[in-house]
């Protein structure tokens, strides 16, 4: 245990050492902003409802998109008793306070952490908070020599959900912001060429990625697929965050997908055995991250066969690619199979520190490229 933190703590100071970056002066943010949607009771009614029919038809579905690998577990224990019993209970005003402030609850965890993040983070050990205070600035290192010329105010996390995390030069940042702000970024240029570019996000978490993606290039079209307790969230955070956006979320009746329907949304949320609706070749790329891993072997395969048949031009993952050191479920990117449709344009050690080799959760990039762009 020692020696694997002792490295991962001395790869983060050489990261620090290396650059020539000067990093903006840094606290840990944890007051509260506690922040009440305007539509809150509209919003919260529409997510609650939402959630308990995707509930309702979840365990019929086939066993691939069934909760699986370390998740099914996971929402047993962690995501439990206070969200399943305001949906259940339909109990508008439970569940806006508990959404009022998804980020200091259960709701987050198993995201970028394990449970009860934010308690943790309230009390670190002097020896943790030196250890968290460099991984930041390493992360922030990294990004600032990928894009100078960002702006840190493009970071910011907007208010709802209750967030914590870092002080940055007066900017409020939750911990995956850098990662979230460089993919939105990455992304946009390698479709920089399509006008409407249909991105498909499958395991987005509370919807980090989507906001910054969105925030960055508003005519994207953001489909996400997940869990129906996460799509809860991510409907919540974006809903919120884009107040004007038109969002299709699951109201029971399984409908086609198609590039027809889509024209009358700018983001679509739904749970992730709705996958099979979504039309052949419509998605110019498909992003997962620190996700598919976190699966069983079963829906890996399920969901590679559907990423085959709705992808057109990219499909970019970033998972393990060798087992987890903290002894958690995880199937490494070694073990996932092939696709028919994709080649590797290339693969490499995550940039970010935080999930390098010797860290407890190995991550490696990968851009898969259409076979029929190389035609
Ligand atoms: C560790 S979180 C990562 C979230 C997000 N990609 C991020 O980086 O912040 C794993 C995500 O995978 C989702 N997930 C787990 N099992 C899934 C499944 N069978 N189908 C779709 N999403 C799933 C979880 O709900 C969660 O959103």
Redesign the pocket.
């Known amino acids: 245990m020692l020696p694997s933190r002792f490295t991962k703590f001395s790869h983060i100071i050489s990261v620090l050492l290396r650059n020539d970056v000067i990093v903006p002066n840094q606290g840990i943010f944890i007051e509260s902003i506690e922040t009440k949607p305007n539509n809150e009771i509209d919003l919260v009614g529409k997510v609650i409802s939402s959630f308990n029919a995707a509930k309702q038809v979840q365990n019929k579905m086939p066993k691939?998109?069934?909760?699986?690998?370390?998740?099914e577990k996971f929402?047993n224990n962690e995501w439990q008793k206070n969200y399943y019993d305001a949906t259940s209970q339909k109990n508008v005003t439970t569940m806006a306070a508990l959404l009022r402030n998804f980020f200091r609850n259960e709701a987050i965890s198993?995201?970028?952490g394990n449970e009860k993040m934010f308690n943790r983070f309230c009390h670190l050990s002097k020896l943790e908070a030196l250890f968290k205070s460099n991984l930041i600035k390493s992360h922030y290192v990294v990004w600032k020599n990928t894009f100078p010329t960002v702006p840190l105010k493009e970071l910011e996390a907007p208010k709802f959900g209750n967030p914590w995390g870092y002080r940055f030069d007066n900017t409020l940042l939750y911990e995956?912001v850098f990662?979230?702000n460089f993919h939105a970024h990455y992304f946009d240029n390698l479709l920089h060429n399509l006008q409407n570019p249909v991105v498909v996000?499958?395991?987005?978490?509370?919807g980090?990625?989507a906001y910054q993606l969105l925030c960055c290039r508003s005519s994207i079209k953001y489909i996400g697929?997940?869990?129906p307790?996460?799509?809860l969230i991510?409907t919540y955070y974006l809903s919120c965050t884009f107040p004007n956006a038109k969002i299709l979320t699951y109201s029971g009746d399984s409908v086609p997908l198609t590039s027809e329907l889509l024209e009358h949304y700018d983001i679509v949320l739904l749970p992730?055995f709705e996958?099979p609706q979504l039309e052949s070749s419509i998605a110019d790329i498909i992003?997962?991250?620190?996700?598919?891993s976190?699966?069983?072997k079963e829906?890996i395969i399920e969901?590679f066969n559907q990423i085959d048949r709705i992808g057109r031009l990219f499909f970019y993952h970033?998972n393990i690619y060798k087992p987890r050191s903290d002894g958690l479920f995880g199937i490494p990117s070694t073990d996932f199979p092939a696709l028919n449709n994709f080649v590797l344009a290339s693969a490499s050690e995550t940039r970010w520190p935080k999930y390098q080799s010797d860290s407890g959760y190995p991550c490696q990039e990968n851009l898969f490229i259409h076979r029929n762009v190389l035609r």
């Open positions: 691939p998109y069934l909760p699986s690998g370390g998740w929402l198993g995201i970028w995956p990662e979230y996000e499958i395991g987005g978490g509370f980090g990625l697929f997940d869990l307790e996460n799509i991510q992730n996958l992003i997962n991250i620190r996700s598919l976190e699966m069983s829906t969901y970033e």
